[in-house]
């Protein structure tokens, strides 16, 4: 049997493709194969939410995203978009946040409406993020669907990213195999709040065990 967190030349190689597009320094530690990008954003929302905290996300969104924050006693707190773009309604946004906001699931392109944010846009919630402590979910389940190179892939292509965001992608989508189920998380290990290191508290909550067994000698 592989490693709970999937096998670590697979878990390395997706490391070292994010660390050749991005510029990051990830490895397999960093990486989690899980059951499509859905099934990672359900181990993160177990590891950070407490009953009764808030999760904010944007309509038109993923409807499973409810689900998975009531998994954990928690509340999915809806944005309007903008009806022209389909872009947050950031006067909104603000109104909505309050003292049990844990987190902000940012899902571009977006499922369904296919908007995609630029760096510059990006760059305005990292540095929302970095000065809130707070965490950005990250589901960039369709990024393989973005052709124009202007419009980054992953929250990583962003400076700071890897102190605020966790993200979420999918291997069936890219392959064009959707149902199959095949997707993996990244965990910045430079991700700390409220005193904890995520990528520790994720590993253990999830009963992880990242290295390898060792096998006896022939």
Not at 116 to 124: D, F, G, H, I
Request: charged share 20%.
């Amino acid at each position: 049997y592989m490693s709970n967190a999937g096998y670590e030349d697979v878990r390395e190689t997706i490391a070292q493709s994010l660390n050749r597009r991005f510029g990051t320094s990830f490895h397999a530690g960093n990486i989690l194969m899980t059951v499509g990008a859905a099934s990672g954003l359900n181990v993160i929302l177990k590891t950070l939410l407490n009953p009764g905290e808030q999760v904010i996300t944007f309509a038109p969104y993923f409807v499973e995203y409810g689900s998975y924050v009531r998994n954990y006693d928690g509340e999915l707190v809806v944005v309007s978009p903008n009806t022209v773009d389909f872009q947050p309604n950031l006067v909104e946004f603000e109104e909505k946040i309050n003292e049990k906001t844990k987190a902000v699931i940012i899902n571009t392109p977006n499922n369904p409406t296919g908007a995609v944010y630029n760096k510059e846009q990006l760059k305005e919630w990292v540095d929302y993020a970095l000065n809130n402590h707070a965490v950005i979910l990250f589901d960039s389940a369709y990024e393989a669907f973005i052709s124009d190179p202007e419009l980054p892939r992953s929250i990583y292509a962003i400076e700071g990213a890897k102190k605020c965001a966790i993200e979420f992608c999918s291997l069936s989508k890219t392959a064009g195999f959707t149902g199959t189920r095949c997707g993996y998380t990244v965990v910045p290990k430079e991700l700390e709040r409220e005193g904890m290191n995520i990528n520790k508290l994720w590993l253990r909550l999830s009963l992880i065990h990242i290295s390898e067994p060792t096998r006896p000698e022939p």
